[in-house]
């Protein structure tokens, strides 16, 4: 059964923190991304990644980072937290090549700024 | 900017009704996707259909894809209280291999 796991299920964190959310597959996917959903926006592409060390800008970067130095784990930074930030995060993965494929997502970690 | 717009953004019906949800789209496509997701989870994938297909089934899911119209259709039949969920549909443009999500549908289904 393909799992994608997500380091916390909720998180409060103080505005300025640096805050570290992590992704873990265990389906070997080349392709791993990071959303944020919050109501009314529906889900907006952070950053995604399609092999070990490389990274690609999504539609909302800014005040972000990732990291990805195994193939199966994947990581959000928010480097100084603000409460604008305060959001659903998802993580999910797929695979890559010819073909068109499905996106496995993780359960989502609830982030609150305060 | 949003790819994907579903249209209606909220639908409430009764167990054993049909329910249609629509998505429109802006650019051309590779395929086209529908996600579920329940309160506070996250999405689970439905059904892909293809720029070439216009039709797909999957159980009690009937999916169209109008490439003329730059929309797609997902039917529900026969829902269920546990359909309850937001419904996404997400676009795979021909640029590249990510995905961009609508907004979303609401469905409850009430027993």
């Known amino acids: 059964d393909v799992k994608v796991t997500q380091s916390s299920r909720y998180l409060v964190k103080r505005t300025g923190e640096k805050v570290f959310l992590e992704c873990v597959q265990d389906?070997?996917?080349?392709?791993m991304f990071w959303y944020r959903q919050d109501p009314g926006l529906g889900l907006r592409l952070i950053y995604f990644?399609?092999?070990?060390?490389?990274?690609e800008k999504g539609d909302i970067p800014e005040g972000y980072s990732v990291s990805r130095e195994k193939k199966e784990r994947f990581s959000l930074i928010l480097e100084s937290a603000s409460t604008n930030q305060t959001s659903m995060y998802l993580c999910?993965?797929?695979?890559?090549?010819?073909?068109?494929?499905?996106?496995?997502f993780g359960p989502g970690t609830r982030l609150t700024v305060t | 900017s949003q790819q994907g717009e579903e249209d209606p953004q909220a639908l409430s019906i009764q167990e054993g009704e049909n329910a249609t949800m629509n998505c429109s789209y802006k650019?051309?496509?590779?395929?086209l996707q529908w996600y579920r997701q329940n309160s506070g989870r996250g999405l689970v994938h439905l059904i892909l259909?293809?720029?070439?297909?216009r039709e797909k089934h999957s159980g009690r899911l009937r999916v169209t894809l109008d490439t003329s119209k730059k929309s797609s259709s997902l039917l529900i039949t026969a829902s269920r209280a546990a359909d309850t969920a937001s419904y996404f549909c997400?676009?795979?443009?021909?640029?590249?291999?990510?995905?961009?999500f609508g907004e979303g549908t609401q469905l409850t289904v009430n027993p």
């Open positions: 999910a993965s797929s695979s890559a090549g010819q073909g068109a494929y499905e996106q496995y």
């Open positions: 997400a676009t795979e443009e021909t640029s590249g291999s990510r995905l961009t």
């Open positions: 389906m070997d996917h080349e392709n």
């Open positions: 650019t051309s496509i590779n395929n």
């Open positions: 990644s399609y092999d070990v060390k490389m990274k």
């Open positions: 259909i293809r720029s070439n297909e």
